[in-house]
């Protein structure tokens, strides 16, 4: 594992017109107080699996990267480091430069650099987050927009970001989460997610305001296969002792922003998104995580968006990645066949 150098690695594609690469790091530290790094070796070749070490952990594999090369960008959820789509990213590498992260110290587990809890005390707002994977995905692709693959809490921002920065996301594939319209949720759903929710943002707050271990016992103690949304799960990803309280910061930062008035606007989801998307979600599961307007939105639309249902629970990835590549390749492939009519 190597890091790109990132300066050379924008000289490479300057006559690309979006912001340099330095320049959003620089903005990016400012505005968020993150400590941003990369490293400078000579030189990039394919097969090396490269680090872009920002905040968030970027692991760039597959084709070398260039503008001619269409980019696989993977963002996870809760609670998954790089490793939850092992069983799906590495079947694009012969045809995609592919960029793996998750969500900030969710990779970190070397106890010298902060493993085991959070860089920041109350972990990472959504609009840091935002900023972050602005960042990393310009990164990654100066020279042209990525096609992003996001699962859980990872595509709810993909869904926010490609909402306030379209030209970054040629297309989009949604795993399991896609866009629940609150006045659409059904009574159960609204049940089954203010649980499990306020159940997580209570772990992270005794986590952080009093011990870690006790946040841990009580993520443990939760009711997961009476009420939890999804009860039926065969394979996870990330093992058991991999998962802690301080993760939990997405569901804090969200309900906070609900239920504590500061000033700053609810990030809302859009009705709809003006570039193709791919919405894959589990049958196998207590609620979805969508609402059926959203599937209505997609199929409205005539520019390659689709929505399939598979035979599985939520981590798609790990428990049908065949039938997830299938979906994906015809996707792609239809999506870039519009994009050269256009």
């Known amino acids: 594992v190597v890091s ?175 866009i629940m319209t609150p006045a659409k949720m059904s009574i159960k759903q609204v049940l089954v997610v203010l649980a499990y929710q306020w159940w997580l943002t209570l772990a992270f707050i005794v986590s952080q305001f009093l011990s870690t271990a006790i946040g841990d016992v009580l993520i443990g103690v939760f009711p997961w296969k009476l009420i939890g949304p999804t009860p039926y799960e065969t394979k996870l990803p990330r093992r058991q002792r991999e998962i802690h309280s301080w993760m939990c910061y997405p569901y804090y930062h969200t309900w906070s922003r609900i239920l504590v008035p500061s000033g700053l606007p609810a990030i809302q989801f859009p009705p709809k998104l003006g570039i193709p998307v791919l919405y894959v979600f589990g049958q196998k599961k207590r609620i979805m995580f969508h609402t059926d307007d959203f599937l209505r939105n997609i199929e409205s639309v005539r520019d390659g968006s689709r929505w399939r249902s598979l035979e599985c629970g939520h981590w798609i990835q790990a428990e049908q990645p065949d039938a997830l590549e299938l979906e994906m390749r015809a996707f792609i492939k239809e999506t870039s066949s519009n994009n050269m009519k256009q």
């Open 4 to 178: 790109i150098d990132m300066i050379s690695y924008q000289k490479q594609l300057n006559n690309s017109r979006r912001p340099t690469v330095c320049g959003i790091l620089k903005s990016i530290s400012r505005t968020t107080g993150t400590r941003l790094r990369h490293g400078c070796p000579k030189k990039h070749s394919a097969s090396a699996a490269c680090t872009v070490a920002m905040l968030l952990d970027v692991q760039v594999s597959g084709r070398a990267p260039d503008k001619d090369t269409p980019v696989l960008f993977f963002f996870g959820g809760f609670p998954d480091d790089h490793t939850c789509w092992d069983a799906l990213a590495p079947r694009f590498q012969e045809t995609h430069t592919l960029a793996v992260t998750c969500w900030p110290d969710y990779e970190i587990k070397d106890p010298s650099l902060g493993g085991g809890r959070l860089s920041k005390w109350l972990g990472y707002s959504h609009d840091s987050v935002l900023e972050m994977l602005k960042a990393a995905i310009l990164a990654t692709s100066p020279s042209q927009p990525v096609t992003l693959v996001a699962h859980d809490w990872g595509a709810a921002a993909a869904v926010w970001l490609a909402a306030k920065h379209p030209t970054l996301i040629k297309s989009l594939v949604l795993l399991d989460v896609g």
